[in-house]
């Protein structure tokens, strides 16, 4: 078994930027980072973007609306800055308060700008192997993983655990495209699917999309495959300072043995997520200067 090291790739990517941003002319890329409200975790998720884009050279500019903003202004917040053309990149943070309708302000991103790749018309791109558009974060992060790990879905049965918007169908048409790398044959599997260990156990790659802790065990694994597991949930534990532990949606411990190559949590997908962030970052600046 050999780990997949999300934090030394995640960093080649961010050395790569960083060169490619020194060497562009002019006007920096600039990304708008959306912040509503004061949650633990979307202020430290905020954070490690505003550090990550300054170390390759990416403008960031934060903007922090009150959690009691209304749709219409969270709309018209976006408005401006789809019209704004020192903007290339446009993230709004999730969690949304509840009586935002995250669906309705994600789609109100200016495609162009949509750095998340969460619009309806950037996952058609996906769809439709059109490279312009863009890929949502963590399933392209996925596939950057698999691809420098030298890992090739040519062939390859890939399993889906998950049928989210924002991970499992995307990774899954991610893997389907006709491309160096994907060309994998894939299932996706949810909470509906009947006989699941049975379909898991097939996988040649089975990437763990189902947001709950250690779901995937060590009967749900055929022996040499490749392991990616996207969750991130917290777990009460007393022996904790934190009061709680990080764990992903793969019981690492009795899985890992059997794996050829397995992410761990954290260190796995988790760094990805940004680097990739910024890679579309830069690609909706280059694109917006042609």
Known sequence: MDLINGNDIAAAIIAELKQEVAALPGRKPC????????????????????????????????????ISITQDELCQLIDELN????????????????HIDDLAIFRRVAPEKDVDGFHT??????????????????????????????????????????RSLIVGKPVA???LQKKAGANGTVTICHSATTN?????????????????????????????????DVGINRVPDATKKTG????????????APLCSLITPVPGGVGPMTVAMLMKNTVKAHRLSRR
């Open 83 to 98: 019209a704004d053309p020192t903007v290339d990149g446009i993230l709004v943070q999730s969690p949304l308060p509840k």
């Open 31 to 66: 990304i708008a980072l959306v912040r509503v409200g004061e949650d633990p975790a979307s202020v430290s998720y905020v954070r490690k973007k505003e550090k990550t884009a300054a170390e390759i050279g990416v403008t960031s500019r934060i903007l922090l609306p009150p």
């Open 173 to 175: 048409l991610l893997a």
């Open 244 to 255: 709680y532990r990080l764990t992903g949606d793969v019981a690492f411990a009795s899985v």
């Open 196 to 228: 699941l260990s049975a379909i898991t156990r097939l996988a040649d790659v089975l990437i763990a999309a189902i947001g709950r802790p250690e779901f995937v065990t060590a009967d749900m694994v055929k022996p040499g495959a490749v392991v990616i």
């Open 121 to 162: 018309l950037n996952l058609g791109k996906v769809a439709q192997e059109d490279e312009t558009g863009f890929v949502s974060c963590t399933p392209a992060g996925i596939m950057e993983l698999l691809a420098r790990s030298q890992v090739d879905l040519k062939g390859r049965h890939v399993v889906v655990l998950g």
